[in-house]
């Protein structure tokens, strides 16, 4: 019985942190979208910055640092809405991969109470 709710609680929080690391966007559709037209008007004559750029809007730094660059902020104030945006995308990581540890550690708890249960009945 043990093993078996330990087995599930791994499951859940294996899928949890596993989804939520590869399965979401870290970017909204719309800053997603406001990136890029940003970087259309920005670069627009640029084919080879809208290339290099274009696929980096979905990071949360590219995402601040293209707002900032429209919104004519100086370059301390766009270095600090890069950073707060990419420590906050680090968090989020962290939590995603605390998620997906604290599943295998009970998956792993799950087979250690199984192989005990199966020793006290032999």
């Known amino acids: 019985m043990k093993a078996l709710l330990y087995a599930s609680l791994g499951v859940v ?6 989804y939520l690391q590869f ?3 870290g970017v909204s559709p719309a800053d997603r979208l406001r990136c890029e037209q ?3 008007k920005v670069y627009g004559d640029s084919d080879e910055a809208k290339y290099t750029l274009l696929p980096k809007c979905n990071e949360l730094g590219m995402v601040a640092m293209m707002d900032t660059r429209i919104g004519g902020a100086g370059a301390e104030q766009a270095a600090q809405a890069i950073a707060s945006a990419n420590r906050s995308d680090l968090v989020g990581i962290l939590i995603n991969c605390a998620l ?3 599943g295998i550690g009970a998956l792993g708890a799950a087979a250690a ?3 005990q249960s199966k020793k006290q009945a032999a």
């Open 13 to 18: 929080l294996l899928g949890v942190g596993l």
């Open 23 to 25: 399965g979401t966007a």
């Open 38 to 40: 940003a970087i259309e």
């Open 100 to 102: 997906i540890g604290a």
């Open 113 to 115: 109470a199984s192989r």
